[in-house]
Each structure stands twice: as C-alpha cells, then as structure tokens.
T-cell receptor, first 114, second 118 residues
Framework: DSGVTQTPKHLITATGQRVTLRCSPRSGDLSVYWYQQSLDQGLQFLIQYYNGEERAKGNILERFSAQQFPDLHSELNLSSLELGDSALYFC?????????????FGSGTRLTVV | AQKVTQAQTEISVVEKEDVTLDCVYETRDTTYYLFWYKQPPSGELVFLIRRNSFDEQNEISGRYSWNFQKSTSSFNFTITASQVVDSAVYFCALSEAGASGSARQLTFGSGTQLTVLP
C-alpha cells in the first residue's frame, strides 16, 4: 500500500455519461496530481492541486474538471465521456522534505467507456 | 518546456543478460529531479530512484544501477543479470523544482517495454 488511495479501481460506463474519480493523498502530502495513461498518449499530466488551490494545468480537456477539498482528498470529474477517454487514471501526491521531492502514486482507476 | 525521450520502445533479452534502458531529457532549469518508475503488468507505478540535478554520483542498488551524465543530459538505467520478474514497462521522468512546498509535475518519457525471456 503506497498510502495514496484511489477509488474506484475499475469503472465501466457509456459514452455521454459523467463519472467522478476519487483520490486520497498520503498523510501529510499537500499536493495532488492527476495523470492519464492511454495507449496512444502515454502518461500525460492533467492537473495539480496544492492545499486546495489549483497549481498547474496540463493537457486537461474542458470536459474534465477537478478539485481538492479541505481534507485534501481530490476528485476528478469527467463528463460527456467519449470512447477515447478510456484510460488508466493515476493520482499522485507529493511532499517536499529538506528540498527533496517525493511522488507517491496510487494504484490507478481503469476507466472503460463503451 | 521540459521533455523526456526514451527512444527504445521495446527491448527483449534472455534471462541473466545485462540490459540498459536509455533516457535523454531536456530542461531549462538548473535544478531538477530525475526519476525511474517501473510499471509491471498489474499496472501500478513503482518508484525506483530519484536523482537531483546537482548530484551526478552514479548509484547502484542490487542489480540496478543508474548513470547520470549532465553533459549529455542522460540518465540511463542498467539491470544486471536480468530476471523474468524484471519484465515491465520502465518510465523515466523529470520534474523541475517548484516554489518551496510545492513540487512541479512529473513529465514522463514514453516508456520502454522490457521483456525478459526465460
């Protein structure tokens, strides 16, 4: 167990639907990152939150949104789903320790859009 | 903008052979961090190593070793005496130092699929 919890592990849904992926960071980590891993795009950074605020944005579609709550857990919302959104979605959290950065990944949510 | 290139898409070796996975990176920052992750067939990302840009000392951990060369912007990974359990996708990644307390995101290479045959 890495300490980063992602739920659900698997999700199958139809095109046009909306889903929410959840991530609980490792205790004490303030930053949460979302990544998408698809066959054709590899591991792509979507968005980062730090202590409740959006810190950086990557290749995130307008149909996707995220937020980080006061208890530091984060949710990634995917709407108007398309077949191409099928992917493995990872959440990671990070901590800075004496200038060193460590990233811990969750086990991922596998989303299948049919 | 930062970029990580793993030119080897797939590598296949026979058990007990040594294998080196290449990683070349681009960044404009003087302070950055390099990582290697392993992704076995089960899908999770397993952290292997982190190297700071100001520490060019090579590292060895058991059968794994890493060669960091700033002059060529490379951070190569060698597995000695490979085993079937080493079969996985290996990712090299880079992050640039952010403001204190908030690490920047990781930029990943496209990964190298390593297959170790018995």
């Amino acid at each position: 167990d890495s300490g980063v919890t992602q739920t659900p592990k698997h999700l199958i849904t139809a095109t046009g639907q909306r889903v929410t992926l959840r991530c609980s960071p490792r205790s004490g980590d303030l930053s949460v990152y979302w990544y998408q891993q698809s066959l054709d795009q590899g591991l792509q950074f979507l968005i980062q939150y730090y202590n409740g605020e959006e810190r950086a944005k990557g290749n995130i579609l307008e149909r996707f949104s995220a937020q980080q709550f006061p208890d530091l857990h984060s949710e990634l919302n995917l709407s108007s789903l398309e077949l191409g959104d099928s992917a493995l979605y990872f959440c990671a959290s990070s901590v800075e320790l004496r200038g060193q950065y460590g990233y811990t990944f969750g086990s991922g949510t596998r989303l299948t859009v049919v | 903008a930062q970029k990580v290139t793993q030119a080897q898409t797939e590598i296949s070796v026979v058990e007990k052979e040594d294998v080196t996975l290449d990683c070349v990176y681009e960044t404009r920052d003087t302070t950055y961090y390099l990582f290697w992750y392993k992704q076995p067939p089960s899908g999770e990302l397993v952290f292997l190593i982190r190297r700071n840009s100001f520490d060019e000392q090579n590292e060895i951990s058991g059968r794994y070793s890493w060669n960091f060369q700033k002059s060529t912007s490379s951070f190569n990974f060698t597995i000695t005496a490979s085993q079937v359990v080493d079969s996985a996708v290996y990712f090299c990644a880079l992050s640039e130092a952010g403001a204190s307390g908030s690490a920047r995101q990781l930029t990943f290479g496209s990964g190298t699929q390593l297959t170790v045959l018995p």
